[in-house]
């Protein structure tokens, strides 16, 4: 094995882990402590990263595009707060996923009449468009390090807000145990239109940090959701110290996995076995780990305190 | 009492024979109109209209109606289209299909059941060798050609070392099969990515440089193409180790992808400037109609209405004349925006196969251009295992 391409790896994989805490971080939020199953989560991670382009567009600058970008996306959140998802909260799961699938059509289509059918680009500034070399020989994109960089900073940000300050006390206690917290005379409709309006900035991150790397294309999001949901069921659902050990996990289990795992497939299979194996084995390692979770510790990983 | 008869008859007269002129030919054309594969289903969309333009809306002589139908990149999906395409609309033709893992899902709901089924792109082994059929025609290309095309251009190239890399399905697997089954240098390393929903190939770049080939060979077709090139440059990789392709770079990505493809190679049984007076005209109504260059999706789509008119017209607009038809189109009896070609004994085109290469043309717009002719008269290697004659 080359260990320094096995460095590469796990720094590939943290960005990926890092990228998708940034969506689980929202979810298992809403999740935890709205009760709320959003399968429109995705959706605000695409229309992040079309406000990024647009905005960038407009401005001729990626890092102003991506400011701005962050409130309207903050802001489309707790329009979709306000206008669709507090009449659903009473409802059960089955009509959540119904109405949030809805949202899924609804912004496909929008995206769809606005900015066209085909994918777009967001390109980089220069200074982001190069590669640094951090080891030596091993030069490395300098914007997966941005990414990385954004994704620790957001955490510690989250871990200071969710610890350090009265909402995020509130948070806490919502995820334990929600009506205690509406007993105690908190305004819970207030929260919840606060803590969905975060979810969706930083879903709304994840949309425009992957941007640049992927494509701004209709449907981006349903892609990542589905693993965005296996980070929240590994971490424990409403525990955000649970969505970033997970979202690390996953994202180097991810990457790491599909990297090795055709040669370790070839020490001990024939050589025509292993190659369909492979690319099939890789692409389930997260699903079967979720697997292993669930029949071990049904409650995620790192469950909140008093859940 | 004569008057009636001579009014019976009449109505007889009118119930039968006026009765077929007015029943148009009906196409069915299964594409992907939705998703990230949907401006690839626009561009056949575009190229069956301009057709259906240059013969006036007629095939023998009756009208012709096209209904799209939308595959949302899925198998499933393209299946239950097709039924419904057969069973409910009883199409005489069922035309288009991208993708190879939705031709193959579909294929057993058209053949055998009445209508012709006709491929404008999706070219799997399967449908090539033991599951061929005599209703079956395509009018691209069998999965496997194109690379091996470019395997001998690797060859050529005095390229020794080679790292390959395609999604995980079966057009994929056919693509690195047909560029194994040529180029003769070392293969040194081979990633099949999950597909459509692998998008970051980090992980895979990182192990391209760590295997440092003297190229790499890919098939990333759709939004797939400009993904890979793209994460390519940002690895470092572009100036490194040239890249060669196959579909992954088309005349609907290519303005996206610019100069992160300028002057790469790759292989094609068609290309915009081949000199054949049918290629022109297409070329150049495309363009007048639409503003862009047409794609290699869109000529295959437009020779798939050529194809139908030219069995349509064998028999004079009588679609009961089922033998005669497929006869007519065994011969490839029409101005195919390729030039002449034949079809083999499993119904896939024998023909010539290019090297192409990205350019700017006169106006700034990005194309492709010949560089050379890889293959003449190229026949698919699966060819053997029909049991048609």
């Not at chain 2, 008859?9 to 594409?31: N, Q």
């Not at chain 2, 990230?36 to 012709?64: F, P, Q, S, T, Y």
């Not at chain 2, 011969?331 to 119904?347: E, I, L, M, W």
Request: charged share 15%; glycine share 10%; net charge negative.
């Amino acid at each position: 094995m080359n260990w320094l391409l096995l460095f590469e790896q796990i720094l590939n994989g943290i960005q990926l882990g890092l990228l998708l805490f940034l969506l689980a971080a929202g979810l298992t939020l809403i999740f935890g402590i709205m009760d709320l199953v959003n399968l429109a989560h995705g959706s605000l991670y695409m229309m992040g990263a079309y406000f990024a382009y647009s905005f960038a567009g407009w401005t001729d600058s990626f890092v102003i595009g991506v400011l701005l970008a962050l409130p309207a996306t903050l802001l489309l959140g707790i329009v979709v707060e306000v206008v669709a998802l507090r009449t659903l909260y009473d409802r059960n799961h089955l009509d959540q996923v119904l109405a949030t699938f809805g949202l899924i059509l609804f912004f496909n289509e929008l995206v769809r009449i606005i900015w066209g059918p085909a994918g777009l680009d967001l390109p980089l500034p220069d200074f982001l468009n190069t590669s640094v070399e951090i080891l030596p020989g091993i030069p490395y994109p300098t914007y997966r390090l941005a990414v990385i960089a954004v994704g620790l900073l957001v955490a510690l940000f989250l871990y200071l807000l969710v610890a350090r300050t009265r909402i995020g006390m509130l948070i806490r206690a919502g995820a334990s145990n929600r009506e205690m917290v509406g007993a105690l005379g908190v305004d819970i409709k207030l929260l919840y239109t606060i803590v969905f309006g975060l979810g969706a900035a930083l879903a709304g991150l994840a949309g425009m940090m992957a941007a640049p790397i992927l494509t701004v294309e209709v449907g981006m999001g349903e892609r990542i959701l589905i693993d965005t949901f296996v980070v929240i069921v590994i971490g424990g659902i409403g525990s955000i110290r649970g969505a970033f050990l997970a979202a690390l996990i996953i994202g180097l289990i991810d990457t790491v996995g599909r990297s090795i795992l055709p040669d370790l497939l070839n020490l001990m299979l024939p050589q025509a076995a292993a190659s369909t194996a492979a690319p099939a084995l890789s692409s389930m390692l997260t699903y079967v780990l979720m697997a292993l979770v669930l029949a071990i510790r049904p409650a995620g990983l790192f469950p909140p305190r008093g859940a | 009492m004569k008057r009636l008869i001579v009014g019976m008859v009449s109505a007889v007269a009118l119930l039968a024979t006026p009765a077929m002129a007015a029943d148009p030919v009906k196409i069915g054309f299964v594409t992907t109109l939705t998703t990230n594969a949907g401006a690839i289903g626009e561009d056949m969309r575009n190229a069956v209209e301009l057709a259906l333009d240059h013969i006036d809306r007629k095939m023998g002589g009756r009208d012709v109606e096209v209904i799209y139908a939308d595959d949302q990149f899925k198998p499933d999906v393209g299946k239950q289209e097709t039924v419904k395409l057969v069973e409910k609309e009883h199409v005489d033709f069922v035309a288009g299909y991208i993708w190879s893992h939705v031709l193959l899902a579909s294929y057993k709901s058209v053949v055998g059941k009445g209508p012709f089924l006709i491929s404008s792109n999706a070219g799997p082994s399967q449908i090539a060798g033991k599951l061929c059929d005599p209703d079956f025609f395509s009018t691209s290309w069998q999965n496997d050609q194109t690379p091996m095309a470019m395997g001998e251009v690797l060859n050529q190239k005095g390229i020794k070392s080679l790292y390959i890399m395609a999604p995980n399905y079966a057009a994929g697997k056919n693509m690195v099969a047909g560029v194994e089954r040529t180029y003769k240098g070392e293969v040194v390393g081979k990633d099949l990515t999950k597909f459509p929903d692998q998008l970051d190939f980090s992980a895979e770049l990182a192990k391209i440089r760590a295997a440092n080939p003297e190229a790499v060979f890919i098939f990333y077709p759709g939004g797939h193409g400009p993904q890979f090139f793209k994460q390519y440059a940002q690895a470092g990789l572009k100036d490194k180790i040239p890249l060669y392709s196959v579909f992954s770079v088309d005349s609907i990505n290519i303005d996206r992808l610019g100069d992160l493809a300028l002057g790469t190679l790759m292989t094609q049984f068609w290309v915009p400037d081949l000199d054949f007076p049918a290629n022109k005209k297409f070329v150049a109504d495309y363009k007048a109609k639409y503003g862009k260059y047409p794609s290699f999706y869109g000529a295959q789509s437009y020779d798939t209405i050529m194809l139908i008119k030219s069995a349509v017209d064998a028999v004079g607009g009588d679609l009961s004349k089922r033998d005669e038809m497929r006869a007519e189109m065994k011969k490839a009896n029409f101005d195919s925006v390729r030039g002449p070609f034949t079809f083999g004994n499993n119904h896939f085109p024998i023909q010539n196969f290019y090297l192409r290469e990205v350019i700017k043309d006169a106006d700034g717009k990005f194309t492709t251009s010949v560089v050379q002719t890889v293959y003449e008269n190229h026949q698919d290697p699966y060819a053997s295992e029909c049991e048609m004659k």
